[in-house]
């Protein structure tokens, strides 16, 4: 069985950008099964974030999957993006002309089915969170999985968001994982500061010029060449494969 790390963090905090290097390198790293990242906002949809340069014929959608009578992991792997070069590495999300009104809300035992057919079969499912805790794959990836992790970005709003949610995410119940993400290099940004106020921080995830590039370039399923980001990324996923053999 498979294990579900879900990403929380604020709107344009870089919570998309660090879990989708996450689940890159772990895939790198590992390729001993196949990873899923699944990114279910549909307040921007993932798929016209991530692949804005694909042709519509290879984008498909997870409303597809949720949609259908009985969820199988056929039909999941039939409506999942892919990467080239990156065989079992399949991303599952929602189209750029989509929203909350396209597709009905998921019933509980939809919700139940999607994530059991999932981590059966991968090794991790990656879920990228929406911030809106009433979107209902996401709370529910949110309130069951293995592993949750915070990404915190360095500025004030950083700090607002976790002291509002900090107390939302179950922490009691799971082993939640706070990372500190510098999201601009020509500002101070309060970073010491914001370490201290949180707590407990597994790294902190430096400015990376190619990151933001890669985020330009509409190119964040690429594999990073950033050695001083991808280090302290590193620290993050051996405290996730930690928690996973305990």
């Not at 079992?88 to 002309?97: A, C, I, N, P, Q």
Request: proline share 6%.
């Amino acid at each position: 069985m498979g294990k579900l790390i879900a990403f929380v963090g604020p709107p344009g905090g870089g919570k998309t950008a660090v879990a989708m290097k996450a689940a890159i390198e772990t895939y790198c790293n590992t390729k001993s099964n196949r990873i899923f990242f699944l990114s279910p906002d549909l307040t921007v949809p993932s798929l016209g974030l991530l692949f804005p340069n694909y042709a519509p014929e290879d984008l498909n959608t997870l409303g597809m999957v949720i949609d259908n009578t009985d969820i199988s992991i056929d039909n999941i792997l039939k409506n999942v993006v892919t990467v080239k070069s990156m065989n079992d590495f399949g991303v599952l999300g929602f189209k750029s002309d989509e929203n909350k009104y396209s597709f009905p809300d998921p019933t509980p035992e939809k919700l139940i089915d999607l994530f059991s057919v999932l981590k059966r079969n991968s090794e991790y499912v990656f879920a990228d969170c929406s911030d809106d805790y009433d979107e209902k794959i996401s709370r529910y990836a949110i309130q069951t999985a293995d592993v949750l992790v915070r990404v915190i970005p360095s500025d004030l709003k950083g700090m607002t968001w976790y002291s509002a949610n900090k107390h939302l995410h179950g922490a009691e119940e799971k082993p939640v994982l706070n990372v500190v993400n510098v999201t601009d290099k020509d500002l101070y940004l309060p970073t010491d500061e914001i370490c201290s106020s949180v707590g407990e921080v597994v790294t902190v995830l430096p400015y990376s010029r190619p990151l933001k590039q890669q985020m330009l370039d509409a190119r964040l399923y690429e594999r990073l060449k950033d050695g001083g980001f991808n280090r302290k990324l590193k620290l993050l996923l051996d405290r996730i494969m930690m928690e996973d053999r305990k």
